[in-house]
């Protein structure tokens, strides 16, 4: 069997037992708690977050495997990466998270052709040290709920040593593209998983604690200096920086979710997709198809953008809020530019182009499906989630506490209307087209 | 009927005129008309060169920057049961500069990067509050100078974007949308008719676009001045943007 499609039974399978087996307690609103031996300490955890990740990892690595056209023999390697994450997602220790993210890590880089070794190292295992760093000091234990509603706060050097690991992790394809310029290869769809693990090791944190108003201020402005740092880099023609710039607005959105639950929902949709978005615009290497993916792409991150910037204006982060949306276009319209060397997987692109658009039209569903168990699971760290409100047959709607509209994302709305105005465009240009007897061939080619 | 049927059927009773008549459907068209007519002169309004640029547009494109204009919070239009932030709206917009096809040209770049400053312009009034369904009340009489600055950045913008080539019937929709964004803190005051100022601004932008092409020649050979003006409009946004934090 080839290694891509022994990846995509077992990542598939991997995705369907944890559904299988975990999601009626999830589902229950229940959590729990596994030890590897009758009485021993409980060293997994299972609860809407670790759920929500661990079947979104495999379905993402999959996708990713799916594609996968090579016979090389240190693919086999390849199988520490599914292995690490799903360590990861349901660690209850946060050592055991570690071990989960460097298992992860050492999987990419024991599959790799290592032309510069001690780099390729650096840049895979670095953030490991800040992040152990980080579980050294920070003053919060497993990541469980404090017993009793009580209210941890991580240090402020932790807070720190947590942002500087989960950049560190996000930095990684973007170096790896550097260092094996080997951009053609599938094995590089691969690392945007990767470097999602970065963002959700902070998400993990809020499981157990809460960031106090110096936290807030750091994650914030750690994350507002990264995504401004994506546009300008962009703008200078650095290729490749899109899950870094969704990874920056994620870390706003966490840094923000002790504050406010909506930028936690932002921010939770955002990490579920940069696991996503930067594999679907890799498989279109075709410029035909490119404005589409990245307009699907764009579309799909709103609902999760705009929640951040929610959280961000109730907040008083108001210019936070307002840079994010043009440096967030900016990183898309610079993401993967066509190189036409490889094919495009139209089959799959185009399965993806069609969830990213209902998911777009129909935010509602991710919301209350995903996110909301997700941030649920957050409760040493984020408050409720009441104040975001679903309407089923228009979209969402941020409500104050005094019952007042704040907000209001009507995406199913406005996706009828969107698709209305198309047919009408559509049939008005076919009418056009008979009366005056005009044939295609006067459409120049750009339009067909 | 459940609620949730209910608010979809209110959603696209209301959505329908504000789609075809106003502000979307015939309004649009007399603003696209208006915009034509300024900056082409009268063959651009001509049967064949309407329908050619139709056959030329890319339809997504249009369609959202359509849906835009028709969701615009003017105060005249139909009272949609759920408002849409500006917010939205400008996301809205950027998505259908993302998608328009006629900009895979050399200057498509340039055009797209004016798009993100003129973004950035029309957000600029929400950091002077936490509302994004309006701008802040009494937004103008506590930051008129930011207001000014946002309005610069846009006719500016859009002015460049013309000029470097974006003149299809989607760009012309997604300007006069610009401008509608831009101008959204004055809607709420009495003295106020949102249709003049609209279709003023887009008069003004269509004969600026006109008249910079004269001085400044076409976008291939961009001098010194001319790559300065392309940084303005950036510029502009972000003095509104500090300013209206202040």
Known sequence: ?448 | MTPELAQFSDWVLALLPRLFIYPGGLWLLAGVLLVRLAGGGATAIRPGVWLDDLLRTDLPSLALAWVVVALLPLPEASILPSPVDIWVLAALLALSLLLDVGLRNPQGLVIKQTGVAITLAVLAPLAAGDLPITAPNDYLNHAPLAFGLTMAAVVLGVVVILWLGCRGLAGQVRCLAWLGLALAPIYGDMWTISTVWIFGAAVIVALGARGFERIAGTPDDLRGWTRVILWLPACLALGALLLAAL
């Open chain 1, 1 to 448: 069997m080839k290694p891509g499609t022994l990846g995509l039974v077992g990542c598939g399978l991997a995705a369907g037992l944890q559904l299988l087996f975990f999601l009626p307690v999830v589902g229950e609103g229940r959590t729990l708690d596994v030890a590897l031996w009758a009485g021993g300490p409980p060293l997994f955890r299972v609860d809407g977050l670790s759920l929500t990740f661990g079947v979104a990892w495999m379905v993402a690595l999959a996708f990713a495997a799916g594609t996968i056209q090579s016979k090389d023999r240190r693919w086999a390697w390849i199988g520490l990466v599914p292995a690490g994450l799903l360590v990861s997602a349901y660690a209850r220790e946060p050592v055991l998270f570690y071990a989960g993210w460097e298992m992860a890590g050492l999987g990419v880089w024991l599959s790799v052709s290592r032309p510069k070794p001690a780099k390729l190292a650096a840049m895979i295992h670095g953030p490991g040290l800040a992040l152990l760093a980080a579980i050294a000091v920070g003053g919060a234990g497993a990541f469980a709920p404090p017993e009793g509603g009580a209210i941890q706060e991580w240090a402020p050097v932790a807070v720190v040593l947590l942002a500087v690991a989960a950049v560190g992790r996000m930095l990684t394809p973007a170096l790896y593209e550097r260092l094996t310029s080997d951009a053609s290869e599938s094995r590089s769809l691969l690392l945007p998983v990767l470097a999602s693990t970065g963002p959700f090791f902070l998400a993990k944190a809020l499981v157990a604690a809460r960031w106090d108003a110096w936290g807030v201020w750091a994650l914030t402005l750690i994350g507002t200096t990264l995504l401004l740092g994506v546009a300008i880099a962009t703008l200078r023609g650095v290729p490749l920086l899109l899950p870094l710039g969704m990874g920056a607005i994620a870390i706003i959105g966490l840094g923000l979710a002790s504050a406010s639950p909506l930028a936690a929902l932002g921010a939770i949709w955002l990490v579920g997709l940069g696991a996503f978005v930067p594999l679907v615009l890799a498989l279109d290497s075709n410029s035909r198809y490119l404005p589409w993916t990245r307009a699907a792409a764009v579309a799909v991150s709103l609902p999760g953008v705009w929640l951040v910037v929610q959280g961000a204006l109730e907040t008083h982060y108001t210019v936070t809020a307002i840079v994010i949306l043009p440096a967030l276009i900016l990183a898309y319209d610079m993401a993967n530019r066509p190189r036409g060397d490889t094919p495009t997987h139209k089959a799959m692109l185009f399965a993806a182009l069609l969830v990213m658009v209902a998911l777009a039209a129909y935010p509602q569903v991710a919301v209350e499906w995903f996110a909301r168990p997700a941030v649920g699971a957050m409760a040493g760290g984020v408050g409720a989630t009441g104040n975001l409100g679903s309407r089923w047959g228009l979209g969402l709607v941020s409500i104050r506490p005094d019952e007042s509209l704040s907000a209001a994302l009507p995406a199913t709305g406005i996706a009828v209307a969107a698709f209305l105005a198309w047919v009408a465009l559509y049939w008005l240009r076919g009418l056009l087209i008979a009366i005056t007897n005009r044939s295609d061939k006067h459409i120049p080619p750009e339009a067909q």
